[in-house]
């Protein structure tokens, strides 16, 4: 079911997501016909705006007039600039997207840090999930944004799964239904149109698309009763695009192109029937889709990419996400237009989507410019803060304890050995570095010794009884994040022989606590006092001490399963 007659596509959007009234088909229709063919190309893509620069992207624009940007975080002053200039350069409205998956953050600095959607999960209140979406949609509009990749109705089922992780609102399919339709319906309300991302779900094998072409393996009936229904049900509540991800669906695919080879299946990105036979035919979706990011080996590796650049609008896709070298990408979809790849049908229908989104979202309509006094007051205010502490507050997770030990007290627990893990050059990909320092600061600003751990320099590390006479308790903090291009994430434990493992967790109370990652459990199976916090804010680390010192009472629950499917992670 792919979108070869313009005509129809005018008409289907006059009903949800979009509801054009006349005025605006008009101004869709109006536009599409006097934008050149090299014009209507540049509203196939909506690339990445790595600085602030005007004049590198007054520059840029003779190669490619984009129908959309995605901001990277930046200064609310420079944004809310950026955005009012924008529109003085484009002759279209430009579309202004951001990854806002865990709050204002996520476009602008000093934007709140709301919660990952794992912590969100984690309160097991779907009104949290709203507030994320209130707190992105607010924040992300006060500096210009109204695309918001988000929310991530992703299903956590591998534990191993590299990018999943505190990316999704856990392994329970109906939680992550309800949870994504009440992001949708919030942000939306601030006239920021949701993407509901990765289709057709990520979650199921060990592998990264930014790597490789993954896989979600669900039978036709598994991929309904799960995948299916969450993306059913956002579509129902009103979402306005969908980000299509470099992952196949092979059963989807077998059965929509009875006999289709297995060299001929392909992520749906580039899969006709996954995007318009599942997600337009089956699923009845009716707003814009877009690729995930074209730079990921999982889009580069099935084809050329002269042939996958085109091939992607040919195949379903109304905007293509990033480019490899833009001169480059934009010459391949021209030429994709010229020599048929994309019919002129196909061609027009697309930009028609992209149009259409804009003008359900107001672009079409000229609009006071903004303030970045007005967006200072929204970023970050008073309000987002309190709701990002009540979601810490009830996020944070005792998977299991041992009995007697928390909580913990200078007067039964002084003498504390601190061993945090962390890989300083995590900074390089946005880990708070430095958190596990700021947990062991807390510690001692709360009465305790909490001393840093000093690796042995040889295998004879002293005596046991040495650590056991000289400390109460124990204390790991682990802060070791997901990362794009890592394709495992376990501890990697000091030499020599593992000197900063758990050697004493029998013979000396052990806590181990880990903030960006809940299943490290794998690699500390017989701790058995170990907890989530889900992520490694400021608040969420004076949140973790309150528990811990038992001023404020453990009521997270695992959104999924911390004891990765094993027995002795249960001891």
């Given amino acids: 079911m792919i979108e070869n007659d313009v005509q129809c596509v005018l008409d289907a959007m006059r009903r949800p997501p979009f509801a054009?009234?006349?005025?605006?088909?008009?101004?869709?229709?109006?536009?599409?016909?006097?934008?050149?063919?090299?014009?209507?190309?540049?509203?196939?893509?909506?690339?990445?705006?790595?600085?602030?620069?005007?004049?590198?992207?007054?520059?840029?624009?003779?190669?490619?007039?984009?129908?959309?940007?995605?901001?990277?975080?930046?200064?609310?002053?420079?944004?809310?600039?950026?955005?009012?200039?924008?529109?003085?350069?484009?002759?279209?409205?430009?579309?202004?997207?951001?990854?806002?998956?865990?709050?204002?953050?996520?476009?602008?600095?000093?934007?709140?840090?709301?919660?990952?959607?794992?912590?969100?999960?984690?309160?097991?209140?779907?009104?949290?999930?709203?507030?994320?979406?209130?707190?992105c949609g607010a924040e992300g509009a006060a500096?210009?944004?109204?695309?918001?990749?988000?929310?991530?109705?992703?299903i956590d089922y591998n534990f191993r799964n590299p990018i999943t992780n505190l990316r999704t609102f856990g392994s329970d399919p109906e939680r992550v239904r309800d949870m994504g339709v009440a992001y949708v319906e919030a942000v939306q309300a601030h006239g920021v149109a949701a993407s509901i991302k990765h289709f057709p779900g990520d979650g199921r094998d060990e592998l990264d698309q930014h790597l490789v072409t993954t896989v979600n393996d669900l039978s036709v009936e598994d991929w309904d009763a799960t995948y299916g229904q969450a993306y059913r049900a956002s579509i129902e509540a009103g979402a306005m695009t969908v980000m299509v991800a470099h992952i196949q669906q092979p059963d989807y695919s077998r059965k929509l192109r009875p006999g289709i080879k297995d060299e001929d299946i392909l992520p749906a990105s580039l899969a006709p029937e996954l995007m318009g036979?599942?997600?337009?035919?089956?699923?009845?979706?009716?707003?814009?889709?877009v690729t995930d990011a074209s730079t990921m080996a999982g889009f580069t590796i099935p084809m050329a990419r002269s042939k996958s650049v085109p091939g992607a609008i040919a195949a379903g896709a109304d905007m293509f996400l990033f480019a490899r070298n833009l001169e480059e990408d934009v010459a391949f979809m021209r030429a994709g237009v010229e020599d048929g790849t994309i019919s002129p049908g196909r061609f027009d229908s697309a930009v028609a989507r992209v149009l259409g989104l804009k003008a359900a979202l107001g672009l079409h309509r000229a609009t006071a410019p903004l303030s970045a006094q007005a967006a200072r007051e929204v970023v970050g205010r008073e309000q987002h803060q309190q709701w990002t502490a009540e979601c810490a507050d009830r996020s944070i997770t005792l998977v299991k304890e041992q009995a007697g030990l928390l909580p913990l007290s200078p007067q039964t627990h002084q003498r504390i050995l601190f061993i945090p893990l962390e890989d300083e050059s995590s900074a390089s990909y946005g880990v708070r570095v430095g958190a596990c320092e700021e947990v062991r600061q807390l510690l001692v600003a709360e009465g305790f010794e909490a001393t840093p751990y000093v690796a042995p320099t040889s295998f004879d590390a002293g005596p046991t009884t040495d650590v056991i006479d000289e400390y109460d308790a124990i204390v790991y903090v682990?802060?070791?994040?997901?990362?794009?291009?890592?394709?495992?994430?376990?501890?990697?434990?000091?030499?020599?022989?593992?000197?900063?493992?758990?050697?004493?967790?029998?013979s000396v109370p052990t806590i181990f606590i880990s903030?960006?990652?809940?299943?490290?459990?794998?690699?500390?199976?017989?701790?058995?006092?170990?907890?989530?916090?889900?992520?490694?804010?400021?608040?969420?680390?004076?949140?973790?001490?309150?528990?811990?010192?038992?001023?404020?009472?453990?009521?997270?629950?695992?959104?999924?399963?911390p004891f990765c499917g094993r027995w002795d992670t249960r001891l």
């Fill in 20 to 135: 054009l009234d006349d005025e605006a088909i008009a101004w869709v229709e109006s536009t599409l016909a006097r934008l050149s063919q090299d014009e209507k190309i540049g509203q196939l893509f909506c690339n990445i705006l790595g600085s602030f620069d005007r004049d590198a992207f007054v520059a840029s624009l003779e190669v490619c007039k984009p129908g959309g940007l995605m901001y990277v975080p930046g200064d609310a002053e420079a944004e809310v600039e950026f955005s009012n200039l924008l529109r003085d350069v484009l002759n279209v409205p430009p579309l202004i997207a951001a990854n806002l998956e865990k709050g204002g953050n996520g476009i602008v600095n000093g934007g709140v840090s709301f919660g990952s959607p794992t912590a969100v999960a984690a309160t097991g209140d779907v009104a949290m999930a709203a507030r994320l979406g209130d707190v």
């Fill in 515 to 561: 903030l960006e990652n809940p299943y490290h459990l794998l690699d500390v199976p017989r701790v058995k006092t170990f907890i989530n916090t889900y992520g490694s804010t400021p608040t969420i680390l004076k949140s973790l001490v309150d528990k811990l010192t038992g001023r404020s009472a453990f009521t997270g629950v695992s959104p999924a399963d």
């Fill in 277 to 289: 036979d599942l997600l337009r035919g089956e699923l009845g979706f009716n707003g814009l889709t």
């Fill in 143 to 154: 500096v210009g944004a109204n695309w918001a990749f988000a929310p991530i109705i992703d």
């Fill in 478 to 506: 682990a802060n070791i994040s997901t990362q794009i291009a890592e394709n495992t994430v376990r501890i990697t434990w000091a030499q020599p022989m593992g000197a900063n493992a758990p050697h004493f967790a029998a």
